[in-house]
């Protein structure tokens, strides 16, 4: 038999791995450095090219060495031109926040984009970060001056369910326990508090407004405590706010030599 290499998911088996072997179940062989992620090998007889069996689809790509550092092995590429400014993954997906006005989710299993969301209620608002909790992506809409909203979307069709109002300026968001954290990152001298919002997802509402640093920008939730942990990003800050999520209180505040982000 002879063994053919197909680099265009079988449509085509221009390539001899081995020819005029015996059929004796197995066979080894060097694969070539023909790169494609749609790779077939099939057997074929040697005098009438009767086809004895196909493979599955396999991915042909450089060897990826490793040496203690982290390893590039590949790139999505995004539609349009807005820039990409924050992501989010959970569940094989991404959700990429991008710039006038778009989400971005792309399919991890194939590294493709299969939608783009945007917010038609709020045409001007700079997307934030995003939170996701079950089948819910919760973003943060900013750029809407006092009028800040956090956009609920049902992630298995990828459309707006609800827009949350939480005030000036969200920007980093968490979820935890079926409630969302959201920061608000203004400044104080402009006459909005700098504060961490909480929203029910049960009600879609806001139960608990926390004062913390100026410029909360982003928020992480450790879950095997429930803490929060806000980064004040101010030079006058300059710290991170411990929050206890089970009474939505601040527990502690930790100094930084720098801006944190």
Known sequence: VNIKLS??????FPI?????????????????????????????????????????SFIIQDQITTSGEWQVIGNIALTGTQNPLSISINNSKAYVSRNSNRLTVLDLNNNSEI?????????????????????????????????????????DNNSVNNYIPVGADPWGVATYNNKVYVTNNVWWSNGDPSTVKVIDTNSNSVIATINVGINPNSIAIDPSTGKAFVTNGNYLSKSVSVINTNNNSVIATVSMPNEPR
């Open 16 to 56: 001899n791995l081995a020819s005029n072997i015996s059929n004796d179940g197995s066979e080894t062989f060097t694969v070539p450095n023909n790169q494609s992620s749609s790779c077939r090998v099939r057997v074929v007889s040697t005098s009438d090219q009767n086809v004895y069996g196909d493979s599955p």
């Open 115 to 155: 939608a783009n969301i945007s917010f038609g209620s709020y045409t001007s608002s700079t997307l934030g970060k995003t939170g996701i909790l079950g089948n819910r992506a919760y973003v943060a809409l900013s750029n809407l001056g006092s009028n800040g909203q956090v956009a609920e979307i049902n992630t």
């Open 7 to 12: 680099s265009d998911g079988g449509s085509t």
